[in-house]
């Protein structure tokens, strides 16, 4: 009986989940109204209610989810293979792109892109920690590499996002990675004239 209200609940859930990506890629994070998501989900009031206290909690819970799939939080992926973390990451946000480019964007929840530039600031921290490690006397202070290189990225997926992802998942971590180990001005190319 456990086991079928379980797949019962994860059902509800994926149902609530997928409705809100839909509505928030279609309206805007602010016209989607709960009753929207209940009649999208083919669920009661009561039902969204059971699991989330409004709709800013539900985008709170989504967004933290999509972050445990990233694999800048799996420690051991990174030191056997930092390029293919990259390549994971570039994946991961193509396959929720809809979702990552209206809530980067004006439509969607205010505080987003902050939170998510969190999230790369405390897995870019990981990552560079064996770097960082490897090079005690560098002249930069970690705290400023950390965070130029967080928003150096997130600008980067904004643009990937805004521009319908001109570059594959690979192509992207190369350029990223380029950017990162020699900076912007190393992949310019002289003015034609």
């Not at 933290?64 to 570039?90: A, C, H, R, S, T």
Request: hydrophobic share 40%; with cysteine.
């Amino acid at each position: 009986m456990t086991q079928i209200k379980d797949r019962r609940t994860r059902r509800t859930l994926n149902a609530i989940r997928d409705a809100f990506i839909q509505l928030v890629t279609e309206k805007g994070f602010d016209k989607v109204a709960i009753r929207d998501l209940c009649n999208a989900a083919n669920i009661n009031r009561a039902t969204f209610y059971r699991y989330y206290t409004d709709k800013y909690d539900l985008a709170e819970r989504l967004t933290d989810l999509l972050f445990i799939d990233l694999p800048y939080n799996k420690p051991e992926e990174i030191k056997q293979d930092p390029f293919g973390v990259v390549i994971q990451m570039f994946e991961h946000i193509a396959e929720y792109a809809d979702f990552y480019l209206v809530m980067l964007g004006a439509k969607g929840i205010p505080g987003f892109e902050r939170k998510v530039r969190a999230e790369v600031e405390k897995s870019t921290s990981a990552f560079l920690a064996e770097m960082i490690a490897a090079s005690p006397n560098a002249p930069i202070p970690s705290e400023i590499a950390i965070r130029y290189m967080a928003a150096a990225q997130t600008g980067f997926v904004e643009w990937w996002l805004a521009n319908g992802q001109p570059l594959t998942p690979r192509q992207a971590a190369e350029y990223l990675v380029q950017l990162h180990q020699h900076g912007a001005m190393w992949g310019l190319s002289e003015p034609q004239p």
